[in-house]
């Protein structure tokens, strides 16, 4: 069965840094996400992307992260200066047409910033 | 703000019986979503009902929804104990189509 795969599992990184969160969504899915959920919360909207760009953003999604799909299968969230609040599980997700379909998710990134 | 809310924030219950769970909402959907995720895990997607729906089946799941009460509900019938998990329940809104709306979720306990 396809699936959402996201790399690395698991990073730790320090204060400032950046981080680059890398998924592979389903291949022929046509919209992109990321959700992030900290220790305890709930589970937060970032960004969607579609059609090689972003069509939503929240609050969130400020200067400091950046979205790409640098080919026909990797789509990627980066974290240029990584602070302690940034600690989080992050989801990537992918769905067919839009949110009028389900949304698959990843197995999650746990970002740890020290 | 729009996000779903689950009750009860915890459930606990033996294998064998029902378990319901229930999402309130604020303005108009498009979409309500039901969610599981296991300890530390992905969000894995249960079922999908649109705001014409009133209710769907999938296997043991039964999700209702009412618009007029701005609510829905997830039952899961002869629970067994590998349900134990967190339940979501998100929303789409019919302007923003894509971004789910999360709620704080209902943490599911079944005792074998």
């Known amino acids: 069965e396809p699936e959402v795969t996201q790399t690395p599992s698991h990073q730790v990184t320090q204060m400032g840094q950046e981080v680059i969160l890398r998924c592979v969504p389903i291949?022929?899915?046509?919209?992109f996400y990321w959700y992030r959920q900290i220790l305890g919360q709930k589970v937060e909207f970032l960004v969607s992307?579609?059609?090689?760009?972003?069509?939503?953003k929240s609050e969130i999604f400020d200067d400091q992260f950046s979205v790409e799909r640098p080919d026909g299968s990797n789509f990627t969230l980066k974290i240029r200066s990584t602070k302690l609040e940034d600690s989080a599980m992050y989801f990537c997700?992918?769905?067919?047409?839009?949110?009028?379909?389900?949304?698959?998710f990843g197995q999650g990134t746990r970002l740890t910033v020290v | 703000s729009q996000q779903g809310e689950e009750d009860p924030q915890a459930l606990s219950i033996q294998e064998g019986e029902n378990a319901t769970m229930n999402c309130s909402y604020k303005t108009s959907i498009n979409n309500l979503q039901w969610y599981r995720q296991n300890s530390g895990r992905g969000l894995v997607h249960l079922i999908l009902i649109r705001s014409n729906e009133r209710e769907k089946h999938s296997g043991r799941l039964r999700v209702t929804l009412d618009t007029s009460k701005k609510s829905s509900s997830l039952l899961i019938t002869a629970s067994r104990a590998a349900d134990t998990a967190s339940y979501f329940c998100?929303?789409?809104?019919?302007?923003?189509?894509?971004?789910?709306?999360f709620g704080r979720g209902t943490q599911l306990t079944v005792w074998p």
């Open positions: 291949s022929n899915h046509l919209y």
């Open positions: 998100a929303t789409v809104l019919g302007s923003t189509l894509g971004r789910l709306y």
């Open positions: 997700a992918s769905s067919a047409i839009d949110g009028a379909t389900e949304a698959f």
């Open positions: 992307f579609y059609n090689n760009e972003i069509s939503e």
